[in-house]
């Protein structure tokens, strides 16, 4: 039997991937599943980018391409990020990556090392503790609470013991699970707590364009060039765009960091598929209107989901997010009564209900679970009637 390497000995597969294959399996034996548990828009990608994918690849390009992307898109995304979230971008700080999650692994993989300790405010996306131990770092959890609405609270972590080794700390806001997006002046008193530490800063901004109830998206690198010198700003058109499947994200920072980021993509995936990219140019200059009539139908639907949750406080508690297409959904009321744990409740809701939702404890919170309204209201409504059939049997 071949002898795994230590890194990947213990390495668990997405446990969102998980429950959505689980969901896939029992729909391809023709049952009725509601699947609320990945982060995909249920949206098509808008015409204008399929139709220059498909011209890039009539044209020829479909060749390979410079590691850190085409120039012309390197130019774009630092022209829209100059522009869209208030710093300055060069193409030479840009690595245009498969994903906003290859571009988190790259940074990891670039800024940290055995022996280090990277934060990781928690509960936060479930691939970030296996993204930071494959570098041979450990991550340590800052808690993030249900009573101060899952808000960024420095404050809370004044009297933590905050280890030597540590290096750097990974945020991201809007925030997957809370669906939670942090103000102006909590991440100012969040920069200055972790400059005084000298602690770089990889921030995902990925959920950067869904934003609800007036709040604003604030790109950290933007509070000034002593920060900007620390993070990683780390987005894509994922979420935004409905390019889920198309693998199309990006990093900026400094310029060397960036290059060595480059390097170990050059000596992984090579670069990002050629005519991928090049729809990205047209991804990059879409009217802003496009994104915003999706964002409102995704509030109609959080306000379907406000309303049914308001209806089972019995049972729950929950906080009302202002970003991406979460809720949060603290579920010990019922689970304390019931004797179980979110996890059995999940799985028990997919089994016998056909209703997937992920666990709170794959983000590091037990007794809650996520609840993802990327989905149509029809399909909302028969996943709330079947969660209300099973907190009541």
Known sequence: MLKLASRVAALQSSSIMDIAAQAGALKAKGVDVVTLA?????FNTPEEIQVAATKAMA????????????????????????????????????????????????????LAEA????????PGWVSYHAMVELTGAQMIPLPIYEEDGFQLNVDRW??????????????????????????????????GWALQRNLWILSDEIYEKILYDGAEHVSIASLGPEVRNHTITVSGFSKSHCMTGWRLGWAIGPADIIKKMSALQSQSISHVTSFVQWAGLTAAKLPASKIDEMVEKFDERRQ?????????TEYCSYHRPNGAFYFFVNFSKFLNKVGKSDAEMCKELLSDHHVAIIPGSAFGKEKFVRIS???????????????EAYLKK
């Open 38 to 42: 990945a982060g995909e828009p249920d």
């Open 59 to 110: 044209e020829g390009i479909t060749k390979y391409t410079p590691s850190a992307g085409f120039n012309a898109l390197r130019e774009a995304i630092a022209e829209k990020v100059t522009r869209e979230n208030g710093f300055p971008v060069k193409a030479e700080e840009v690595l245009i990556t498969s994903g906003a999650k290859h571009a988190l692994y790259f940074a990891l993989q670039t």
């Open 115 to 122: 022996g280090d300790a990277v934060l990781v405010p928690t």
């Open 158 to 191: 004044k009297g933590m013991a905050i280890p030597p080794n540590a290096r750097g700390i990974l945020i991201n806001s809007p925030n997957n699970p809370t669906g939670v997006a942090y103000s102006r002046e909590q991440l100012k008193k969040f920069v």
């Open 304 to 312: 379907y989901c406000l309303g049914r949750l308001e209806k089972m």
């Open 373 to 387: 309204y990327a989905n149509n209201i029809e399909n909302l409504k028969k996943a709330f009637d079947r969660i």
